[in-house]
Protein backbone atom coordinates (compact mmCIF):
# COMPACT_ATOMS: atom_id res chain seq x y z
CA UNK A 1 0.00 0.00 0.00
CA UNK A 2 1.24 3.30 -0.84
CA UNK A 3 1.68 6.02 1.81
CA UNK A 4 2.55 9.66 1.33
CA UNK A 5 4.31 11.51 4.35
CA UNK A 6 3.35 15.32 4.55
CA UNK A 7 6.28 17.08 4.94
CA UNK A 8 7.10 21.28 5.14
CA UNK A 9 10.37 21.38 3.68
CA UNK A 10 11.81 19.45 0.63
CA UNK A 11 14.75 17.25 1.90
CA UNK A 12 18.07 17.35 -0.34
CA UNK A 13 20.60 16.10 2.18
CA UNK A 14 19.39 12.59 1.92
CA UNK A 15 21.78 11.47 -0.95
CA UNK A 16 21.79 7.66 -0.73
CA UNK A 17 17.73 8.07 -0.80
CA UNK A 18 16.43 5.79 -3.70
CA UNK A 19 13.06 6.01 -3.45
CA UNK A 20 10.65 9.14 -1.77
CA UNK A 21 6.92 9.63 -1.53
CA UNK A 22 5.66 12.75 -0.49
CA UNK A 23 2.88 14.84 0.26
CA UNK A 24 3.60 18.88 0.11
CA UNK A 25 1.45 21.95 0.33
CA UNK A 26 4.38 24.04 -1.78
CA UNK A 27 4.10 25.23 -5.70
CA UNK A 28 7.91 24.34 -6.09
CA UNK A 29 10.49 22.35 -4.98
CA UNK A 30 13.88 23.68 -4.82
CA UNK A 31 17.02 23.58 -6.96
CA UNK A 32 18.79 21.24 -4.33
CA UNK A 33 16.50 18.27 -5.05
CA UNK A 34 19.23 17.32 -7.59
CA UNK A 35 21.94 16.66 -4.26
CA UNK A 36 19.41 13.39 -4.23
CA UNK A 37 22.27 11.38 -6.57
CA UNK A 38 20.65 7.71 -5.95
CA UNK A 39 16.89 8.50 -6.17
CA UNK A 40 15.21 6.19 -8.39
CA UNK A 41 11.47 6.82 -7.72
CA UNK A 42 9.93 10.42 -6.70
CA UNK A 43 6.18 10.76 -5.93
CA UNK A 44 4.84 14.46 -5.18
CA UNK A 45 1.13 14.56 -4.41
CA UNK A 46 0.33 18.16 -4.30
CA UNK A 47 -2.82 20.44 -4.72
CA UNK A 48 -2.02 22.30 -7.64
CA UNK A 49 0.87 23.08 -10.16
CA UNK A 50 4.10 22.44 -8.92
CA UNK A 51 7.38 24.03 -10.38
CA UNK A 52 10.01 21.65 -10.82
CA UNK A 53 13.84 22.45 -11.23
CA UNK A 54 15.87 22.76 -14.79
CA UNK A 55 18.45 20.95 -12.13
CA UNK A 56 16.30 18.13 -11.84
CA UNK A 57 17.69 16.73 -15.19
CA UNK A 58 20.63 16.07 -13.09
CA UNK A 59 19.00 13.21 -11.02
CA UNK A 60 20.10 10.51 -13.86
CA UNK A 61 19.37 7.49 -11.94
CA UNK A 62 15.46 8.28 -11.79
CA UNK A 63 13.67 5.67 -13.36
CA UNK A 64 9.64 6.87 -12.57
CA UNK A 65 8.46 10.32 -11.68
CA UNK A 66 5.08 10.99 -10.79
CA UNK A 67 3.56 14.41 -9.93
CA UNK A 68 0.03 14.19 -8.82
CA UNK A 69 -1.52 16.72 -9.55
CA UNK A 70 1.00 18.25 -12.64
CA UNK A 71 4.21 19.87 -12.91
CA UNK A 72 6.02 22.45 -15.39
CA UNK A 73 9.44 23.02 -15.41
CA UNK A 74 11.66 26.15 -14.74
CA UNK A 75 13.91 27.68 -17.11
CA UNK A 76 13.03 24.67 -19.60
CA UNK A 77 14.53 26.41 -22.07
CA UNK A 78 18.02 25.93 -20.53
CA UNK A 79 17.51 21.95 -20.88
CA UNK A 80 18.54 22.89 -24.92
CA UNK A 81 21.94 23.81 -22.67
CA UNK A 82 22.75 20.81 -20.91
CA UNK A 83 23.92 17.10 -22.15
CA UNK A 84 21.98 15.89 -19.27
CA UNK A 85 19.47 13.33 -19.71
CA UNK A 86 16.79 11.07 -18.02
CA UNK A 87 18.24 7.89 -19.77
CA UNK A 88 16.76 5.73 -17.33
CA UNK A 89 13.84 6.89 -16.92
CA UNK A 90 10.80 4.64 -17.39
CA UNK A 91 7.61 6.43 -16.30
CA UNK A 92 6.63 10.13 -16.30
CA UNK A 93 3.56 11.55 -14.97
CA UNK A 94 1.89 14.42 -15.42
CA UNK A 95 3.84 17.41 -16.86
CA UNK A 96 2.06 19.78 -18.69
CA UNK A 97 2.00 20.66 -21.73
CA UNK A 98 1.31 24.07 -23.40
CA UNK A 99 2.40 23.39 -27.16
CA UNK A 100 3.73 20.49 -28.89
CA UNK A 101 7.16 21.74 -28.75
CA UNK A 102 7.04 21.27 -25.18
CA UNK A 103 6.37 17.24 -25.73
CA UNK A 104 8.81 17.07 -28.49
CA UNK A 105 11.56 18.51 -25.70
CA UNK A 106 10.46 15.95 -23.06
CA UNK A 107 11.03 12.98 -25.26
CA UNK A 108 14.39 14.07 -26.08
CA UNK A 109 15.50 14.04 -22.60
CA UNK A 110 14.20 11.27 -21.89
CA UNK A 111 14.39 8.73 -24.83
CA UNK A 112 14.22 5.35 -23.24
CA UNK A 113 10.82 6.24 -21.59
CA UNK A 114 7.99 3.67 -21.98
CA UNK A 115 4.87 5.48 -19.74
CA UNK A 116 4.15 9.11 -20.42
CA UNK A 117 0.66 10.75 -18.53
CA UNK A 118 0.43 14.21 -19.32
CA UNK A 119 -1.78 17.19 -19.24
CA UNK A 120 -2.43 19.37 -22.53
CA UNK A 121 -3.15 22.77 -23.50
CA UNK A 122 -5.12 21.45 -26.38
CA UNK A 123 -3.35 24.36 -28.54
CA UNK A 124 -2.93 22.87 -32.08
CA UNK A 125 -1.98 23.63 -35.78
CA UNK A 126 -2.97 22.42 -38.95
CA UNK A 127 -1.42 20.20 -40.45
CA UNK A 128 -1.22 17.98 -37.06
CA UNK A 129 2.23 17.19 -35.94
CA UNK A 130 2.88 13.84 -35.35
CA UNK A 131 4.25 12.92 -32.25
CA UNK A 132 7.12 10.25 -32.58
CA UNK A 133 7.76 7.71 -29.95
CA UNK A 134 10.77 5.12 -29.26
CA UNK A 135 10.31 1.25 -30.26
CA UNK A 136 9.88 0.73 -26.05
CA UNK A 137 7.37 3.10 -25.66
CA UNK A 138 4.05 1.56 -24.48
CA UNK A 139 1.49 3.80 -22.93
CA UNK A 140 0.21 7.06 -22.93
CA UNK A 141 -2.20 8.96 -21.40
CA UNK A 142 -3.37 12.23 -22.77
CA UNK A 143 -5.20 14.74 -20.54
CA UNK A 144 -7.33 17.60 -21.62
CA UNK A 145 -8.48 20.93 -20.33
CA UNK A 146 -11.94 20.99 -19.08
CA UNK A 147 -13.85 24.19 -20.69
CA UNK A 148 -16.72 25.25 -22.19
CA UNK A 149 -16.23 24.09 -26.10
CA UNK A 150 -13.08 20.99 -25.83
CA UNK A 151 -10.11 21.70 -27.59
CA UNK A 152 -9.48 19.79 -30.59
CA UNK A 153 -6.90 16.87 -30.08
CA UNK A 154 -3.33 18.09 -30.82
CA UNK A 155 -1.70 15.66 -32.32
CA UNK A 156 -1.21 12.48 -34.06
CA UNK A 157 1.00 9.62 -32.93
CA UNK A 158 3.80 7.22 -35.05
CA UNK A 159 4.40 4.46 -31.98
CA UNK A 160 4.89 0.91 -33.20
CA UNK A 161 4.24 -0.56 -29.87
CA UNK A 162 2.00 1.54 -28.23
CA UNK A 163 -0.20 -0.84 -26.00
CA UNK A 164 -2.14 1.81 -23.81
CA UNK A 165 -4.08 4.76 -25.26
CA UNK A 166 -5.80 6.99 -22.74
CA UNK A 167 -7.54 10.24 -23.92
CA UNK A 168 -9.72 12.34 -22.20
CA UNK A 169 -11.67 16.03 -22.60
CA UNK A 170 -10.73 16.63 -26.21
CA UNK A 171 -12.54 16.47 -29.71
CA UNK A 172 -11.93 14.18 -32.65
CA UNK A 173 -11.86 14.50 -35.92
CA UNK A 174 -11.62 12.16 -37.90
CA UNK A 175 -8.20 12.58 -38.91
CA UNK A 176 -7.57 11.70 -35.45
CA UNK A 177 -10.03 8.98 -35.49
CA UNK A 178 -8.11 6.85 -38.25
CA UNK A 179 -4.72 8.02 -36.62
CA UNK A 180 -5.61 6.00 -33.43
CA UNK A 181 -7.54 3.00 -35.80
CA UNK A 182 -4.02 2.54 -37.53
CA UNK A 183 -1.71 1.67 -34.34
CA UNK A 184 -1.20 -1.75 -35.05
CA UNK A 185 -0.41 -3.24 -31.82
CA UNK A 186 -3.10 -1.68 -29.54
CA UNK A 187 -4.69 -3.45 -27.13
CA UNK A 188 -6.19 -1.32 -24.56
CA UNK A 189 -8.05 2.13 -25.93
CA UNK A 190 -9.97 4.11 -23.40
CA UNK A 191 -11.85 7.65 -24.09
CA UNK A 192 -13.64 9.33 -21.69
CA UNK A 193 -15.51 12.81 -22.44
CA UNK A 194 -14.25 12.94 -25.94
CA UNK A 195 -16.02 14.77 -28.39
CA UNK A 196 -16.42 14.32 -32.44
CA UNK A 197 -16.26 16.95 -35.20
CA UNK A 198 -19.75 15.19 -35.97
CA UNK A 199 -22.30 12.70 -34.65
CA UNK A 200 -20.99 9.22 -36.49
CA UNK A 201 -17.86 7.03 -35.73
CA UNK A 202 -17.41 4.16 -38.98
CA UNK A 203 -14.68 1.39 -38.67
CA UNK A 204 -13.97 -0.34 -41.06
CA UNK A 205 -12.39 -3.85 -41.69
CA UNK A 206 -8.32 -3.89 -40.70
CA UNK A 207 -8.87 -1.18 -37.63
CA UNK A 208 -8.61 -2.39 -34.21
CA UNK A 209 -7.42 -5.66 -34.95
CA UNK A 210 -5.30 -5.96 -31.60
CA UNK A 211 -7.36 -4.22 -29.54
CA UNK A 212 -8.60 -6.43 -26.30
CA UNK A 213 -10.14 -3.93 -24.34
CA UNK A 214 -12.74 -0.91 -25.72
CA UNK A 215 -13.56 1.57 -22.86
CA UNK A 216 -15.72 4.24 -24.03
CA UNK A 217 -17.64 7.03 -21.47
CA UNK A 218 -19.43 10.13 -21.64
CA UNK A 219 -19.39 10.64 -25.40
CA UNK A 220 -22.25 13.30 -25.59
CA UNK A 221 -21.94 13.93 -29.35
CA UNK A 222 -21.66 10.40 -30.22
CA UNK A 223 -25.06 9.22 -32.18
CA UNK A 224 -24.45 6.55 -34.44
CA UNK A 225 -21.58 3.81 -34.48
CA UNK A 226 -20.98 2.08 -37.57
CA UNK A 227 -18.82 -1.00 -37.75
CA UNK A 228 -17.61 -3.33 -41.19
CA UNK A 229 -17.66 -7.35 -40.41
CA UNK A 230 -14.45 -7.81 -39.05
CA UNK A 231 -13.04 -5.63 -36.86
CA UNK A 232 -11.96 -5.77 -32.95
CA UNK A 233 -11.12 -8.79 -34.20
CA UNK A 234 -9.22 -9.49 -31.05
CA UNK A 235 -11.66 -7.95 -28.41
CA UNK A 236 -12.51 -9.25 -24.94
CA UNK A 237 -13.99 -6.77 -23.26
CA UNK A 238 -16.59 -3.39 -24.37
CA UNK A 239 -17.12 -1.12 -21.43
CA UNK A 240 -19.65 1.17 -22.88
CA UNK A 241 -20.72 4.29 -20.82
CA UNK A 242 -22.63 7.24 -20.32
CA UNK A 243 -23.10 6.95 -24.12
CA UNK A 244 -26.97 8.49 -23.68
CA UNK A 245 -27.02 9.76 -26.96
CA UNK A 246 -25.72 6.60 -29.16
CA UNK A 247 -28.62 4.68 -30.56
CA UNK A 248 -26.87 1.18 -30.36
CA UNK A 249 -23.55 -0.85 -30.09
CA UNK A 250 -22.89 -2.25 -33.67
CA UNK A 251 -23.69 -5.63 -34.71
CA UNK A 252 -20.41 -6.85 -35.22
CA UNK A 253 -19.52 -7.90 -31.66
CA UNK A 254 -22.23 -10.73 -32.09
CA UNK A 255 -19.64 -12.76 -33.98
CA UNK A 256 -16.56 -11.83 -32.34
CA UNK A 257 -15.49 -15.17 -30.84
CA UNK A 258 -13.16 -13.56 -28.27
CA UNK A 259 -15.15 -11.48 -26.66
CA UNK A 260 -16.24 -12.26 -23.02
CA UNK A 261 -17.89 -9.39 -21.57
CA UNK A 262 -19.61 -5.91 -22.15
CA UNK A 263 -20.67 -3.64 -18.67
CA UNK A 264 -22.96 -1.18 -20.04
CA UNK A 265 -23.17 2.07 -17.19
CA UNK A 266 -25.73 4.56 -17.92
CA UNK A 267 -26.82 4.34 -21.17
CA UNK A 268 -30.02 4.92 -22.61
CA UNK A 269 -32.18 1.77 -23.19
CA UNK A 270 -31.36 0.97 -26.98
CA UNK A 271 -27.63 0.50 -26.31
CA UNK A 272 -28.90 -1.60 -23.45
CA UNK A 273 -31.11 -3.62 -25.72
CA UNK A 274 -28.33 -3.86 -28.86
CA UNK A 275 -26.36 -5.25 -25.59
CA UNK A 276 -28.37 -8.01 -24.69
CA UNK A 277 -29.09 -9.18 -28.57
CA UNK A 278 -25.48 -9.29 -28.19
CA UNK A 279 -25.39 -11.50 -25.60
CA UNK A 280 -28.21 -13.82 -26.86
CA UNK A 281 -26.72 -14.25 -30.19
CA UNK A 282 -22.52 -14.89 -28.51
CA UNK A 283 -24.48 -17.97 -25.72
CA UNK A 284 -27.39 -19.24 -28.18
CA UNK A 285 -25.07 -19.00 -31.74
CA UNK A 286 -21.47 -19.48 -30.64
CA UNK A 287 -22.25 -21.12 -27.43
CA UNK A 288 -20.11 -18.72 -25.69
CA UNK A 289 -21.49 -19.80 -22.38
CA UNK A 290 -19.03 -17.99 -19.93
CA UNK A 291 -19.48 -14.66 -21.78
CA UNK A 292 -21.07 -12.10 -19.32
CA UNK A 293 -23.57 -8.60 -19.39
CA UNK A 294 -23.10 -6.21 -16.91
CA UNK A 295 -25.77 -3.57 -16.43
CA UNK A 296 -25.52 -0.86 -14.06
Known amino acids: MEHHIVIELFPSDLVYLRYLSVEIDQTSIPSSVANISNLKTLILKSWGRIL ?46 SCVEDVELILRITPNIRELECKFKGVCSSPFPVLKFSSQFE ?130 KSVVKSARVIREIQVDDYQNDDFKLVIK
Open 52 to 97: LPVTLTRMVKSRHLHIVQYFTINNVEKIFDDSLKFYDLGTLSQPYF
Open 139 to 268: TLYIIGEVVEFQHRYPVCISASYLKILKLSVFRLGHEHLLNIAQLQNLRVLEQLAIEFDDEKWEVSDDEFLELKVLKLMFYRSLEEWTASDYPFSDLECLFPSGLENLKEIPSCFEGISSLNSIEVRECN
